[in-house]
């Protein structure tokens, strides 16, 4: 699967999602010049990070351009904090995407190993995603037993991440920007979240796209997680000012999160009408 990553991500041959214009009738403040960037949280399973830190540069060297290993914070020992933070953080939404034997896996744990992505533009966005989503498979296949994306905070199993990069794969050789988009959101995404009246998604921004919150009152949770889903796809096929317009809906700020916080989305949140 690697000789094609190298190709589309070295070579530069992978689309990216459909640029949002913004609505300039939206009452925001206009673009922020913040550049988003993953991070990325990996556990391995012995007090040693050679192995994952190995995999990470051979990845890096390979295919994920501008990403690189964080020894600041990694450390070779486990991390006490772990445990309540991947219970937080776990996707609620996929089914079995999060397993007892990950559970096991987060508590026994010997070592924390952080990867840094490049900033992101909203043009490049979704192919440095890409390139995450297969950095996560090449240090799981190297022993990482759990992984998180903590740009948004969100943690699948090992089974989910497996699923994501098939899906990630597929997406790519079929230079499928719509399906690349996508799989980027469900992967390093959360949602949904409750803030207020709205159920939200946090970390669109990984994929060159506004979050989008919908009114508590359209329904269930999981009603929201097909809304928000919806239309985000309408974004990526239609562009911002179409699907705004079709849902009226604004364009506002990301006001819940400060400009130096991972999770701050500079394209804004579109908010669904009651």
């Known amino acids: 699967m690697f000789s094609r990553l190298k190709k589309r991500f070295v070579g530069g041959a992978a689309r990216t999602a459909a640029s949002p214009q913004p609505d300039r009738r939206a009452a925001w403040s206009g673009e922020s010049q913040v550049q988003p960037r993953h991070v990325l949280c990996f556990l391995g399973g012995d007090r040693d990070l050679r192995c994952l830190r190995d995999a990470a540069n051979e990845a890096i060297a390979e295919f994920a351009t501008g990403f690189g290993v964080d020894d600041a914070y990694s450390a070779a020992e486990p991390d006490a904090r772990m445990s309540r933070s991947f ?3 776990r996707d609620r939404v996929a089914a079995d995407a999060w397993t007892p034997a990950d559970d096991e896996a987060v508590a026994a744990h010997g070592s924390v190993l952080y990867v840094l992505g490049p900033r992101m533009t909203r043009e490049n966005a979704v192919r440095a995603s890409i390139g995450a989503l297969f950095l996560v498979d090449r240090l799981i296949r190297a022993g990482a037993v759990a992984v998180k994306g ?6 699948h199993g090992l089974h989910r991440w497996r699923e994501l990069i098939r899906m990630g794969a597929v997406a790519t050789d079929a230079d499928d920007a719509r399906a690349q988009s996508r799989v980027c959101r469900l992967a390093f995404a959360l949602r949904p979240l409750a803030s207020g009246d709205y159920f939200e998604s946090v970390g669109f921004h990984l994929a060159g796209l506004p979050d989008v919150q919908v009114p508590r009152l359209r329904g269930s949770d999981r009603d929201a997680v097909a809304v928000i889903d919806g239309v985000a796809d309408e974004i990526v096929r239609y562009g911002i000012d179409a699907t705004l317009q079709a ?20 394209y804004g949140i579109v908010r669904l009408a009651t």
Not at 150 to 155: C, F, K, L
Not at 247 to 266: Q, R, T, V, W, Y
């Open 247 to 266: 849902h009226d809906a604004s364009l506002i700020d990301d006001g819940a999160h400060d400009e130096d916080d991972f999770k701050f989305n500079p």
């Open 150 to 155: 903590e740009s948004a905070g969100v943690a």
């Open 87 to 89: 219970e937080v953080c």
